[in-house]
């Protein structure tokens, strides 16, 4: 159902978005009116005092009055419980287009776009909430250019009256559509893309590389999510770093403003300060964190680039653009994300010019590079592994979760010799690209288009389904011949969508979009390991999962999945958990292989 419109303004409500605070409001009024009616019966025979009349009088009125304030909001329930067409009719969107930001409406024709002077004005407006939130001096050069290739959030956006329940409601109907065809398939179609000999010889190596690694990727994070994965415990093993004078450690980590963080990554390292090269807290939009380490039990050399944690990361993340990397390593389109790319370049400029990597290869020249990340750290650090693997052949890079919008297809290729991934369950991050956010909008739109439910119906089946489980709900989410006429309340009201006719909607294509040249397809870094939750969908209220390992192709991530873990999957300290219990089992299973094979890819 398209927002309201009301004192000249759009509203990020619909009409069919009052039935739970109608319903709230009810059970109030209905408590205060019962209240009093109660007490004016039980005391009306003592009224009859001074002003008695008065008070009587007050009380009788108040107690019409709240009945017909309850008649009414039951009245608005009852309409706003039924679908979107029958809502209240408003306006007409067919002849009206809504500025952003909540201006006013104006009269267009119809199937006309938004014009470019509206575009550009939203596109300055929320570009300046943006700086001086995120760089705090609009002057910053930097933030400039970052918030100026943004534009990934109007991409994504345009041509679209949704209001965030109707978003809710259409995640809700796509997981159970997306749960029922995987529920269809039988097993040999739902693993795809099976990995070769090669690779599942080395999957047991690489399962126990990502779980020694993940610690130092952990560990540039900081104290945060120190004191998050331990919170009873983590301030009192930290607590006497943040205030102690350590002059001549930081000199010897060449560190920068780092109080409470050294304390926190000596802990979940679990080295010594000396192990330390450097460890770099500046953060800025394109210049991410990032430490030196000497790993003497791999005999390796490790550079961690910590993931997103600030305004300023989410700018770098949101920079979303394809850019032209100038390197030697003959691969023709070498093409990746704008924002990780500078962020990469940054630490490259800072290990080599600063000589960083010289002076660690002086101290340990037997040893091999290994740069590692989480995140937008795993997209830098992938990037960063293929910048020096000219200087560096022997480069390895361990990606936790990077963002699947990162390489040109050359470069994936390219990737696969050094470069590994790990994913946890449904984690939409490195599911996310802009070819994917056209994808799901587009598939929000066909499956609400399509529902004749109402809303409050699907948001209260669906909150029950995500926690607790259950069977997929059966609600028609797809017309059978794909004609209009057979849509008689859709959830869209004024079926808004299907009257504009919306390049992002189609009621017979079901592949993924094209993305515009300024965005081309970009794929995740190196070869993948996928931690797959075994049986049903993880619900929250569930005991600990349990998850099998496997070698995976990119095209399995090339659609967002929607489940109740697919934000919680992409955390640092769960994919730890889950490294844990998935390289406990695999080698329990090891030791114990009379259930089968040695080489098989599932605990």
Same mark, same amino acid.
């Given at each position: 159902?398209?927002?309201?419109?009301?004192?000249?303004?759009?509203?990020?409500?619909?009409?069919?978005?009052?039935?739970?605070?109608?319903?709230?409001?009810?059970?109030?009024?209905?408590?205060?009116?019962?209240?009093?009616?109660?007490?004016?019966?039980?005391?009306?025979?003592?009224?009859?005092?001074?002003?008695?009349?008065?008070?009587?009088?007050?009380?009788?009125?108040? *107690?019409?009055? @709240? #009945?017909? &304030?309850?008649? /009414? =909001?039951?009245?608005?329930?009852?309409? %706003?419980?039924?679908?979107?067409?029958?809502?209240?009719?408003?306006?007409?969107?067919?002849?009206?287009?809504?500025?952003?930001?909540?201006?006013?409406?104006?009269? *267009?024709?119809? @199937? #006309?776009? &938004?014009?470019? /002077? =509206?575009?550009?004005?939203?596109?300055? %407006?929320?570009?300046?909430?943006?700086q001086l939130l995120a760089c705090g001096k609009p002057e910053s050069s930097s933030c400039a250019v970052a918030l100026g290739t943004t534009t990934i959030l109007e991409l994504l956006f345009r041509d679209t009256d949704l209001v965030p329940s109707d978003i809710a409601a259409g995640l809700t109907l796509l997981h159970q559509q997306q749960d029922n065809i995987r529920n269809s398939q039988e097993p040999d179609e739902v693993i795809s893309h099976s990995p070769g000999p090669p690779q599942e010889a080395d999957l047991d190596?690489?399962?126990?590389?990502?779980?020694?690694?993940?610690q130092f990727a952990a560990a540039a994070y900081g104290w945060p999510l120190y004191i998050y994965r331990n919170p009873f415990t983590g301030l009192c093993k930290i607590g006497g770093d943040c205030c102690r004078n350590r002059t001549t450690e930081y000199d010897l980590v060449g560190g920068d403003q780092l109080h409470c963080h050294f304390g926190s990554i000596l802990h979940t390292t679990g080295l010594q300060y000396r192990d330390f090269i450097h460890i770099s807290f500046h953060?800025?939009?394109?210049?991410?964190?990032?430490?030196?380490?000497?790993?003497?039990?791999?005999?390796?050399?490790?550079?961690?680039?910590?993931?997103?944690?600030?305004?300023?990361?989410?700018?770098?993340?949101?920079?979303?653009?394809?850019?032209?990397?100038?390197?030697?390593?003959?691969?023709?389109?070498?093409?990746?994300?704008?924002?990780?790319?500078?962020?990469?370049?940054?630490?490259?400029?800072?290990?080599?010019?600063?000589?960083?990597?010289?002076?660690?290869?002086?101290?340990?020249?037997?040893?091999?590079?290994?740069?590692?990340?989480?995140?937008?750290?795993?997209?830098?650090?992938?990037?960063?592994?293929?910048?020096?693997?000219?200087?560096?052949?022997?480069?390895?890079c361990y990606a936790f979760s990077p963002p699947r919008g990162l390489l040109s297809k050359s470069l994936y290729e390219y990737s696969k010799n050094f470069i590994v991934s790990l994913v946890l369950g449904k984690d939409v991050i490195p599911r996310l690209s802009v070819t994917n956010l056209e994808d799901l909008k587009k598939r929000i739109l066909r499956v609400i288009a399509h529902c004749n439910k109402p809303k409050y119906k699907i948001l209260l089946h669906g909150c029950w389904y995500e926690l607790f489980g259950g069977s997929p709900d059966n609600s028609p989410t797809e017309l059978d011949g794909g004609t209009q006429g057979d849509l008689t309340q859709p959830l869209l009201g004024e079926q808004s969508l299907l009257t504009h006719g919306s390049p992002t909607y189609s009621f017979s294509s079901d592949s993924p979009l094209e993305s515009p040249t300024k965005y081309p397809p970009l794929y995740p870094p190196g070869r993948i390991i996928h931690l797959e939750e075994e049986g049903t969908s993880g619900r929250f209220c569930?005991?600990?999962?349990?998850?099998?390992?496997?070698?995976?192709?990119?095209?399995?991530?090339?659609?967002?999945?929607i489940g109740p873990k697919m934000l919680t999957d992409h955390m640092p300290d769960v994919l730890m958990k889950a490294l844990d219990s998935v390289v406990a089992d695999r080698a329990a299973f090891l030791l114990c292989p009379a259930g089968g094979s040695l080489n098989v890819d599932v605990v």
């Open positions: 159902m398209p927002g309201m419109v009301l004192f000249g303004r759009r509203w990020a409500i619909a009409s069919d978005d009052l039935v739970f605070p109608g319903f709230f409001e009810l059970s109030l009024r209905v408590v205060w009116w019962i209240g009093i009616l109660t007490l004016y019966l039980m005391h009306r025979g003592k009224l009859d005092c001074a002003g008695g009349v008065l008070l009587s009088s007050y009380l009788i009125v108040l *107690i019409v009055l @709240l #009945a017909v &304030i309850i008649c /009414t =909001v039951s009245a608005i329930v009852c309409v %706003s419980m039924k679908a979107g067409s029958s809502s209240f009719p408003l306006w007409s969107p067919s002849s009206l287009c809504l500025t952003p930001l909540g201006g006013k409406w104006l009269p *267009i024709p119809p @199937l #006309a776009p &938004i014009t470019w /002077t =509206v575009m550009s004005r939203a596109s300055y %407006s929320v570009a300046s909430r943006q190596a690489e399962l126990a590389n990502c779980h020694h690694y993940m953060d800025k939009v394109y210049e991410l964190p990032f430490l030196v380490a000497l790993d003497h039990r791999k005999e390796s050399v490790v550079v961690a680039v910590r993931g997103t944690m600030s305004l300023q990361d989410i700018l770098t993340d949101l920079s979303a653009e394809s850019e032209t990397l100038s390197l030697e390593c003959g691969v023709q389109d070498c093409s990746a994300h704008k924002g990780i790319s500078q962020a990469a370049r940054y630490v490259y400029q800072r290990l080599v010019n600063d000589g960083i990597l010289s002076q660690a290869f002086s101290i340990a020249p037997e040893y091999q590079l290994v740069v590692v990340g989480h995140s937008l750290g795993a997209g830098a650090a992938a990037v960063l592994a293929i910048m020096l693997r000219n200087s560096y052949p022997q480069v390895r569930r005991a600990a999962a349990q998850y099998c390992a496997r070698w995976s192709h990119e095209s399995q991530f090339s659609k967002i999945l």
